[in-house]
Structures are given as C-alpha cells and as structure tokens.
C-alpha cells in the first residue's frame, strides 16, 4: 500500500491576511533616458512600506537604481511593511522579480534582429566556475596567439593583477606576454585590457565586464573585479586556445565565499597555505579563515581526570608571540609556528589575489597553549575545564588583551594588514554574563586598531544582558543551539553560514569529507537546519553575508596514521568548486557534469 503523509513543525494562523500579504506587486519603472528604476508597492491603506535590498545589488541597487545588465536576470526583492500607528505591527516580505537585458542600445537591438533574420549563431556561455552572471554571445572567435600584450589602465594599481594572470597563463602555455601601461585606445587585435570601471555601472566590489571581440576588455570597479575577469579569461584558456566572443556581466551572490582551516592542532605549512589561497582565488573563493591556537579536545582525551593531568595535553600556538611566563616558557609553538613577517606577507600577497585572510585567535576556550604557561588564569570548574580562561580573573583579561595588542599594533604586527580578524569565543562553559561582557571587551579592542571582527555565535547558550556591538561583527553560525540565526539576524549582525553538520571536515572522524552532492543538490547558504528546524535568513539582506566550510584536525592526535598535507588538501578542494559555484551563484547541470568540469580546471 502507498501512504500519503504530510508532516508539518510549524505553522501559522491569521483571524485576517497580515498587511505583508496584501502588498502590491513591485514592477520595472523606465525613466526618459532609457534608465530602468524599481517602482515600489503600493502599500496597504495604513502602512509603509520600504525597500530592503535585493539578493543581486548588481542589478537593483540601494537607491533602486536597474543597471544595464545584457541577460534576462531573476531577482528575489525585500520589502518593511510597518504599521503608521503601531510600531509592533512590522513584518518583511520577498517577491520575485524577472529583470529583462537591458536593450537601450538600438544599435545592438539592430544588430541582433538581423541576425536573428539572417539565422546566424551565437556563442554558448563558456564553461567556468563558478558559472558566469550574464553573459551576451557575440560570433567567432578571438585567437590567443602566442605572443601578446596585457595593457593596463595607465595610473591604475592593476600591474599585479597583469602579473598574476602572466605567470598563471605561462604556467599553462609557453608564450611572450607583454605587459605594457597605457589606455583603451593603445589596445590593438589581440590584446588583452585591464582597466576600470564607472560606479554607475553597478558592478559592485568583485563584479567585472568583459567585451570579447578582436580584442579582450575587462573592466571592474575595483582590483578584485578585475582580478576575477582575468581568472575567468584563464579557465577558458586552459582548455581552449581561444576565447568566444561576446560580452560578460559577472558578479557574485555573496560577499563571504569561505574556508577555514585548523592549524593548530595540526601544524600545516605556510605553503600549504599559499597554495590552498591561490587554488581559493581560481574559483573566485574570497575568505581564508586560519584558526591558530587550540588543544586536544580534553573531554575526550582520557586526560582529564584531574586538572594536572589534563594541563599535559596537546596545545599549540601558531604564530610567532613575544610574550613568556615568568619561567621563560614562550607562548609560541615549539613545534612550528608562522613568524609574524610571513605571516603579514601571507595576508598582503592574499590581497593580490582577490582573497582576504582571516586570523583566528581563539578565547575564552580552547586556550590550553595560554593557560599552561599560566595555570592561575585557567577555570577550575573541573578538570576538562582548564584549557578556558577564568573571566572572573582580571590578570587573565588582561594577558588576553595583550595577545590582541601584540598581534594587531604596529607595523611589525603579524595581523597588522588584515581586515577582519576572529576573536573565537565559542564553547565557553564560564558564566555567561561575564563571557559576554568579555565578548564585547575583546570585540572592541580589535575596532580600535580599525578592523572589522568576526566570532563564532554562541549568545543564544550564553544567558546574560550584555549585547556585543552589531557593529562591523561577523557571526559564524556554527551550531543553531549556541546562535539562532532568526534571533542573531534580529539583533542586527551579519551572518556566515558555517554549520557543522553540513560544512565541517574532520579528516579520520565523522566528518572525513564533506558529502559533495549532498550540498549540490539540497544544500542552500541561507538556510539553516538540524534538530528537525529549519530557519531561513532573507538572502535579499546584507546581513546574511554567505558561508564557508571548515578543516577541524581534533582527530589528529589520535590516529594511528596520520593525515598528510596533501590530504589535507584533498580533502579541502573536493567540495570547492561545488560550494563556491553556489556562493557566487547558481550552479549547472548534474553534481556529475558539475565535478567533472571542476576536475578538468584543476587545483593551482
């Protein structure tokens, strides 16, 4: 017998239709000039309604602005509709909005009807990853021939971007690459142009244009948008000697397109990490995250029948300190350490790349490399308890904050260069009030040296008053248990999809690999679900940032064999170029015809 269930969690009863649902339809305004704007609304009779964003700001912009996009683009809306007289009565509500190509031009309208006319064809989209934006198809080919010139916008800081794409391209090709300043004018046949962009194009910070014809012209508003035109014009060529002509609008869906990695528990090489950066950059993926001190997991170690016996487990600190105990004992790994000189060139040469590092120092837990130079600072609730810091002790803030200022102040600072920095605070078992206030302590500390921040969400499990600031705060949803992403969203801060059960690696334990089609298939950046709950955070918000998956190496202490760096890398890139293509849009095709296409592009 077939049975047909139905199971619903959770829903709702209205005695009337909620003032959301009976706003009107947004739709496409055209201004006298051929410029496209979005026309709210129309709005209940006693309510307001305001524009939040869209998911694409490439296409409807803040102030409502369409931009010319060249391919008809779908875009999910966002909408406040507020009572006029009753400020409890708000509710945000999402529409669906086809933008048509933009076709102002009539000359390219002309252009196409005849072709159409005359049944000539288009080029296909080319096969990249992640997947081209938009893309127009023009006729032919343009040959790369094997000598040719790069010309970078004269004035402009693109000369290492020009640099990047020679030494990659002559990795793949033996050939002169000429690379020369000077403007579009100079760009003769079989050129190639870097250059910049107008703001009023709405390419945003990491969108790009490219114009294929008897030359190549990419142009972003930004190095980054330039960088990612150059990296799709590279997977073209390393499987064809020449790129279709047509013309490229690409842009990408999220802001955090991630990956972390545990150095800590596993020491893992500066070079291993160069090269997980420059593959990260070849898929347009944007955020390395390095996790740089922690411990054996002492409730599971065997180790943890008294707080001496416990305090023997495995911890290190990766990155050169000058802070000692009074004993001469260095916080630094003995074992191996990143100097603060490699490490702020690591962060700088990232940059280049289009990728931003994010170093981790993680308190108030996982501090065993802190507390066994100075057992007095750690928690004594019980023995598995000693790698936290005790907050209750004024001295331990203290040295903490002086690990900040060691590694953030000054120009021989290794994070001195960063943009973002992680200030961990996850899985503190201390008081609550005292961790949040401590949150915010820390959390402060790192704006004043003008950086943004970044923590793992643990407020929802940590009972107290005391808010962090929203402020330039970046909060890894890690577990819906310690942060409930519907009640993080509310209070204001921005949100990185991180979820264990889905995201995490831990190379020899339950999450060896990350189930690749799984993700393919069902997996979403804005939705959030485990323990039979799902939350969806709007993907039109800018607080709902993007997403990143993890390397945890807890169990590397404990395997009989030890996991290599190279498996470690495997283990990193066979969910990349899955991940990454929904990050920064839709993916296409099967998960089989998706990784195939990965593995014919390759790691770096």
């Known amino acids: ?102 076709d102002g031009n009539e000359s390219d309208a002309e252009e196409i009807k005849l ?15 992640p997947a081209l934006a938009e893309w127009r198809g023009g006729q032919g080919d343009l040959e790369i021939g094997g000598s ?31 690379i020369i300043s000077g403007s579009l004018q100079d760009a003769g046949s079989g050129d190639i142009y870097l250059g910049y962009a107008d703001e009023s194009e709405g390419l945003g910070e990491e969108g790009y244009f490219c114009d294929i014809s008897d030359k190549c012209v990419i142009r972003g508003q930004t190095d980054t948008g330039v960088r990612w035109g150059t990296v799709t014009i590279l997977q073209i060529l390393s499987r064809y000697s020449s790129l279709p002509c047509g013309q490229i609008r690409d842009y990408p869906l999220y802001q955090v397109r991630g990956f972390g990695i545990d150095v800590a528990r596993k020491a893992v090489s500066i070079d291993t990490l160069y090269r997980m950066m420059e593959t990260m950059s070849y898929y347009k993926m944007n955020d390395l995250a390095i996790h740089l001190n922690d411990n054996t997991i002492l409730s599971t170690s065997g180790l943890a029948d008294t707080a001496e016996h416990a305090m023997t487990a495995d911890s290190a600190f990766r990155l050169e300190s000058d802070i000692a105990n009074e004993n001469g004992q260095r916080l630094t790994s003995a074992e191996y350490a990143y100097t603060k000189e490699e490490f702020d060139n690591f962060i700088c040469t990232a940059k280049t790349y ?21 057992p007095e600072y750690a928690l004594q609730a019980r023995a598995e308890s000693v790698d936290q810091i005790d907050l209750n002790n004024e001295d331990a ?8 200022q060691e590694a953030l102040n000054g120009e021989e600072a290794a994070f001195y260069n960063a943009g973002i920095v992680n200030i961990g ?25 003008g950086k943004s921040v970044r923590m793992w969400g ?54 060896d690999y990350l189930d690749g089609e799984e993700l393919y298939r069902n997996w979403e950046v804005n939705k959030f679900y485990d323990y039979n709950q799902l939350e969806t955070i709007p993907a039109y918000s800018p607080q709902m940032a993007g997403a990143a998956y993890m390397i945890w190496n807890d169990m590397s202490g404990s395997l009989d064999v030890g996991i290599s760096e190279a498996e470690l890398f495997e283990r990193f890139f066979a969910p990349l170029g899955v991940i990454g293509g929904k990050l920064w849009g839709e993916t296409e095709g099967t998960y089989q015809e998706w990784t195939e296409r990965v593995y014919k592009l390759g790691a770096a």
């Open 397 to 404: 803030v203290a040295l903490v904050q002086r690990i900040w």
């Open 458 to 511: 643990s407020l929802s499990n940590m009972a107290g008053k005391t808010m962090p600031d929203s402020e330039n705060l970046q909060m890894n949803i890690w577990s819906t248990v310690w942060a409930d992403p519907l009640t993080m969203y509310r209070a204001g801060y921005t949100l990185i999809n991180m979820q264990n059960n889905h995201l995490y690696i831990i190379p020899g334990g339950g999450y």
């Open 115 to 129: 072709a159409e006319e005359q049944e000539r064809r288009y080029n296909d989209c080319p096969e990249v990853i």
């Open 354 to 374: 289009g990728v931003t590092v994010v170093p981790e120092i993680d308190t108030p837990a996982h501090s065993l490399s802190i507390t066994k130079l100075y």
């Open 148 to 178: 040719f010139r790069v010309i970078v916008e004269e004035g402009s800081s693109l000369q290492e971007t020009a640099e990047l794409f020679k030494q990659r391209y002559n990795a793949m090709v033996r050939c002169h690459v000429q």
């Open 1 to 102: 017998d077939l049975y047909q269930n139905v199971s619903l969690y959770e829903f709702e009863v209205y005695k009337d239709k909620p003032a959301a649902y009976r706003l009107g339809r947004a739709e496409i305004g055209y201004r006298e000039d051929g410029g496209r704007y979005l026309m709210m609304p129309e709005a209940p009779d006693g309510y307001a309604v305001t524009y939040l964003g869209t998911d694409y700001e490439q296409i409807i912009g803040p102030d409502g602005t369409i931009y010319h996009t060249i391919q008809d683009k779908e875009v999910t809306v966002g909408f406040q509709v507020s009572g006029i007289h009753d400020d409890s009565d708000v509710r945000e509500v999402s529409q669906t909005l086809t933008v048509p190509a933009y």
């Open 425 to 449: 605070m996850d899985e503190y078992y201390g008081d609550g009030e005292q961790y949040r206030v401590y949150a915010s302590q820390i959390a402060n500390l790192v704006r004043q040296s």
